[in-house]
């Protein structure tokens, strides 16, 4: 079993739909928890960023952590055909984002 | 600023071959790493390094080798290659303190091995 599961997808919906992207893991040690945008042929570039549990909203962007459930979330409200692109979740045990741990990531389409 | 630059962008080797995958950045980051990304299997970290001259094994540290002179520059070698590595190699810097710590990554390099 990997460390940390995410639904690939791919996943399709209409411009201005709300995206609900999630990720599990069994690790519960993990402390920091990250979300990437990476679009077709780049590298990934960090979207959200969150400590332990709680909610933190940019924009149209929120992430949520749940460690009781070791389940954490991602939403876009009003998504845009701009933010068609792979996301995905990583996490690590220790500040400083060194040794990340990623999800497989989903691949988004929002559809014009 | 240019970032995280990777050369080449593009590799075909055979079986058997090395070589060495570069990569720098400008932004004086103490931490550098190194992952590669499969179809279905996201990022894995291969090596990494927290400043020059220290280096560590990740996740899927075999068959490759890294070194770390300067600041700048963290290269990645292939004793051997085999055609499971064949991969999409990401290098990633940041800072290595406090929340300062987004990664950033290159724009990667397309390896086959035939």
């Known amino acids: 079993q990997k460390e940390v599961e995410q639904d690939p997808g791919p996943l399709s919906v209409p411009e201005g739909a709300i995206v609900s992207l999630n990720c599990t893991y069994s690790?519960?040690?993990?402390?920091?928890f990250m979300w990437y945008r990476q679009y077709s042929r780049k590298g990934p570039e960090l979207l959200m960023y969150?400590?332990?549990?709680g909610n933190k909203e940019d924009g149209r962007f929120t992430a949520q952590v749940d460690k009781s459930s070791k389940y954490i979330s991602l939403f876009i409200r009003d998504s845009q055909p701009s933010d068609s692109a792979t996301y995905l979740c990583a996490m690590s045990l220790i500040q400083g984002a060194q040794k990340l741990v990623f999800g497989q990531g989903t691949r988004l389409t929002i559809n014009p | 600023n240019a970032g995280v630059t990777q050369t080449p962008k593009f590799q075909v080797l055979k079986t058997g071959q090395s070589m060495t995958l570069q990569c720098a950045q400008d932004?004086?980051?103490?931490?550098m790493s190194w992952y590669r990304q499969d179809p279905g299997m996201g990022l894995r970290l291969i090596h990494y390094s927290v400043g020059a001259g220290i280096t560590d094994q990740g996740e899927v540290p075999n068959g490759y080798n890294v070194s770390r002179s300067t600041t700048e520059d963290f290269p990645l070698r292939l004793l051997s290659a085999a055609p499971s590595q064949t991969s999409v190699y990401f290098c990633a810097s940041s800072y290595n303190r406090g929340q300062d710590n987004e990664q950033f990554f290159g724009p990667g390099t397309r390896l086959t091995v035939l």
């Open positions: 932004m004086n980051h103490e931490y």
């Open positions: 969150t400590y332990s549990s």
């Open positions: 690790n519960s040690a993990f402390q920091y």
